[in-house]
């Protein structure tokens, strides 16, 4: 079989082999760290880790490298407003200087790191600031502007995207700027409406270079740590949908003009947006649901991870509570009849691996890989010990976190509290027993209401 993604390049599927045979080379567009992340942005690093483990799955080494941006970030796309990382140490009170830019980057990028923990997220191979790369940002701008690709404006370096023929590829061409709904250029010194900032000046807080003080662009910053660690051209290049107007488009431009028109990256994949109420989440307008917002309402971060993986990552999921509670009822129940099993583990079942592989190397294809854990698990012709290990075979990929599974001894303490709600519910005392589930939650033990009675579990 052969592994097919969905190249956003050229909009359709397409058979996967890496340029180097021995290896797999990628780079996963990381946080803008200067708030928390919340679980929109998240999807992303799920998909990401489905297909790191997916191509280790089918054999391949791997070579992730994430950033972290923790400069050069502005609020618009055109270039300007408020530094993303100011806005944060502003929020926080803090006096702007580098030294404490780092610092808030390095306490968000720890959350960060929690977060993909939590989510059963593999770390990729390198996790790297982008405060750390500006030699290298400077380095990089040198060449384009040897070769002709910039020019200076009174506010910064900026790339001529007319320089470029191709400009746009990866969102279908270019645009036609004198088309109603065209992106207006908020800075009337650059020559074309898209150019974008390669360097922005600023005196009273930056980086020394050879154009003057300030910071990176945003966009230049991916380029050269990418090129940097995984080389000019390397295979798969991930982020959300939201970066590939831009974001991606401006990294193709730069990074192709700088290497003489190399090919920059085999494959784009993007996932989709996570909404809530018709809206994506974004940090930039406060609307947005941070991991712990889950644990607030006893629901397992892996059920959230769970839910993804129910519908392909280049669908537009809706997030609403009770569909991420459902998700979870039936997360547990998997997990139940999993621990029903027994501690024997057998050989995998080739006949469901094959068609686990079959729907993974379609581009990802979890929403039919998933039935698969129940239809094992009802297969009355495979032995107890074959359905364990055949699911822990799939769990290599769908990371829920079977392995580590284990029959939990419910606190005494616990169980008498749900026996008092039972008698409050009985009583339609309904206050006392949203606070006895409140008590549990708290002590880290869900209580599910089901046809048979209460059951307990834990968070």
Request: glycine share 8%; net charge negative.
């Amino acid at each position: 079989m052969s592994l097919k993604f969905y190249n956003t390049l050229i909009r359709e599927k397409e058979i996967f082999s890496p340029i180097d045979s021995n290896e797999v080379r990628m780079y996963s567009c990381g946080p803008t760290v200067y708030n928390y992340t919340h679980i929109g942005n998240l999807r992303s690093y799920v998909f990401a880790d489905i297909l790191r483990r997916t191509l280790k799955y089918n054999g391949f080494k791997i070579k992730q490298v994430m950033n972290i941006t923790d400069i050069g970030h502005l609020s618009s796309d055109a270039d300007s407003g408020e530094d993303k990382m100011t806005k944060g140490l502003l929020r926080e009170g803090k006096e702007l200087t580098l030294k404490n830019m780092r610092e808030l980057a390095e306490f968000y990028t720890e959350s960060f790191k929690e977060d993909l923990k939590t989510l059963n997220i593999e770390m990729p191979n390198g996790l790297y600031f982008a405060s750390d790369y500006v030699k290298e940002d400077i380095e990089l701008i040198k060449k384009l502007e040897a070769k002709g690709f910039t020019y200076k404006t009174s506010d910064g370096i900026y790339f001529n995207i007319l320089k470029m023929p191709d400009y746009g590829a990866l969102w279908g061409g270019k645009r036609n700027w004198n088309k109603e709904g065209a992106r207006v250029a908020e800075n009337s010194e650059k020559k074309n409406p898209e150019d974008f900032a390669l360097w922005k000046f600023n005196e009273k807080i930056g980086f020394e270079s050879p154009f003057g003080k300030g910071f990176p662009g945003w966009h230049i910053e991916c380029s050269a740590m990418s090129m940097n660690f995984l080389g000019e051209q390397f295979d798969i290049h991930t982020g959300g949908i939201d970066l590939i107007p831009i974001h991606h488009t401006n990294e193709i431009a730069q990074s192709e003009c700088a290497s003489d028109k190399k090919p920059f990256v085999k494959f784009w994949m993007h996932s989709e947006f996570v909404d809530t109420g018709g809206e994506k989440m974004a940090k930039s307008t406060g609307n947005f649901l941070q991991i712990k917002s889950l644990k607030g309402k006893n629901i397992s971060p892996i059920a959230y991870r769970f839910w993804l993986l129910m519908a392909n990552y280049r669908t537009k999921v809706n997030f609403n509570w009770e569909v991420l509670e459902g998700a979870e009822i039936a997360l547990k129940r998997l997990y139940k009849l999993y621990l029903g099993l027994g501690d024997k583990v057998g050989k995998v079942n080739l006949v469901y691996q094959n068609k686990f592989r079959e729907f993974l190397e379609d581009d990802l294809d979890t929403p039919r890989a998933l039935p698969l854990l129940w239809d094992i698990i009802k297969n009355e012709s495979i032995s107890p010990a074959d359905k364990k290990a055949t699911i822990l075979d799939f769990d290599k990929v769908l990371g829920l976190g079977f392995e580590n599974l284990k029959e939990e001894t419910i606190p005494e303490e616990i169980t008498k509290l749900v026996e008092k709600r039972e008698e409050a519910r009985k009583k339609h005392d309904w206050a006392e027993s949203d606070r006895i589930r409140g008590v549990t939650g708290e002590a880290g033990y869900s209580i599910d209401d089901t046809s048979s009675g209460p059951e307990i579990n834990k968070i």
